[in-house]
């Protein structure tokens, strides 16, 4: 059973900082990718970043230049940092981890930032 407990969220001024981490059951080499995504109130879960079990990342475009998300394999735990943060970053933060064939998607419980003016 894969679990992916995430910690970090809060809140936040605009322009501050916060560092999420998802902390994996297993071996996060065993996922293919793992990643962050978001939803805010009435919109749907959207890509923030993700990263393969060989090392390369991906953005959304809005996030480029202010997020960053990097691993720690010996702790089995995914980070998302976290800066320059706007009231529109506000939504819950979801950690996710895809593995198998067919792949399969698992979900954290997610963690909510809230960013105030």
């Known amino acids: 059973q894969v679990q992916l407990v995430e910690s970090g969220g809060g809140l936040v001024q605009a322009g501050g900082s916060l560092r999420l981490s998802c902390a994996a059951s297993g071996s996060i080499f065993s996922f293919n990718m793992m990643g962050w995504y978001r939803q805010a109130p009435g919109r749907q879960r959207e890509l923030v970043a993700a990263t393969t079990s060989g090392g390369s990342t991906n953005y959304a475009y809005s996030m480029k230049g202010r997020f960053t998300i990097s691993r720690d394999n010996a702790k089995n735990t995914v980070y998302l940092q976290m800066n320059s943060l706007k009231p529109e970053d506000t939504a819950v933060y979801y950690c996710?981890?895809?593995?198998?064939?067919?792949?399969?998607?698992?979900w954290g419980q997610g963690t909510q930032v809230t960013v105030s003016l």
């Open positions: 996710n981890a895809k593995k198998g064939l067919p792949m399969r998607d698992y």
